[in-house]
């Protein structure tokens, strides 16, 4: 059962460009979480999605970020326009269950280290 | 507000030894969950050890164990028997056990070196 695949695992932009972080989650799984990593940070969680639905966007910046889950494909968070302070790693993760209906627990992917130039 | 609070920014161990990294939390939930994450160089998440609230057991897996004071809000990790390969980045994390946005928070993580 392969885990939780992101791509790609390293992507270079220059300011203004746009970046698509790609999300698989595991089989069987249909919650998607992506969460920000900045140099020397912890994790800060940025979005929840289910297939079709945002159920939590609590944490992304109110402009140039977005995130989907489609019915078929991987899960994508896009940044438009980006700037220097969005370089960072981004993790996606995901569950089979709600984290309320479980143990809590998240498998999360090797991250997408987006370099802003 | 709830937040993770890791005091040791740095901790160092040598090989075969015991080694406790301090967390602390706060939060008005009851009902909760406590992790620890292990980052290691390649950079993915590993989960290490995870507690329920409501348990007054201290979880423990293999050389890894915790110590979870729920009234003083303190979790800490205790490696033992340290390895090589246990040199990496630690992160505390809580979720509410009542919520189902997966929001898990994180503290701002120790790194652990491992001297052989």
């Known amino acids: 059962n392969a885990g939780v695949m992101q791509n790609p695992r390293h992507l270079v932009r220059r300011r203004g460009q746009e970046a698509r972080l790609r999300c698989s989650p595991m089989?069987?799984?249909?919650?998607v979480y992506w969460y920000r990593q900045l140099p020397e940070e912890g994790l800060k969680f940025m979005v929840y999605?289910?297939?079709?639905?945002?159920?939590?966007e609590s944490g992304m910046p109110k402009e140039r970020f977005s995130a989907e889950f489609p019915k078929e494909g991987p899960s994508i968070l896009r940044i438009q326009q980006v700037v220097r302070g969005d370089s960072a790693a981004y993790f996606c993760?995901?569950?089979?269950?709600?984290?309320?209906?479980?143990?809590?627990?998240?498998?999360f992917g090797e991250g997408s280290r987006l370099t802003v130039l | 507000a709830q937040t993770v609070t890791q005091s040791q920014p740095e901790m160092s161990v040598q090989e075969a030894e015991t080694v406790t990294l301090s967390c602390t939390y706060d939060t008005s939930e009851s009902d909760y969950y406590l992790f620890w994450y292990k980052q290691p160089p390649s950079r993915q998440m590993i989960l290490v050890i995870r507690q329920e609230a409501y348990k007054q057991q201290n979880a423990t897996e293999n050389r890894f164990s915790v110590n979870f004071q729920k009234a003083a809000k303190s979790f800490s990790l205790k490696i033992s028997d340290s390895q090589l390969g246990d040199a990496a980045m630690y992160f505390c994390?809580?979720?509410?056990?009542?919520?189902?946005?997966?929001?898990?928070?994180f503290g701002q993580g120790t790194t652990l070196q491992v001297k052989p």
């Open positions: 993760a995901s569950s089979p269950y709600p984290t309320g209906e479980s143990s809590g627990e998240l498998f």
């Open positions: 999605l289910q297939k079709e639905n945002i159920i939590d």
């Open positions: 994390a809580h979720t509410p056990g009542s919520s189902n946005t997966g929001k898990l928070i």
């Open positions: 089989k069987g799984h249909s919650h």
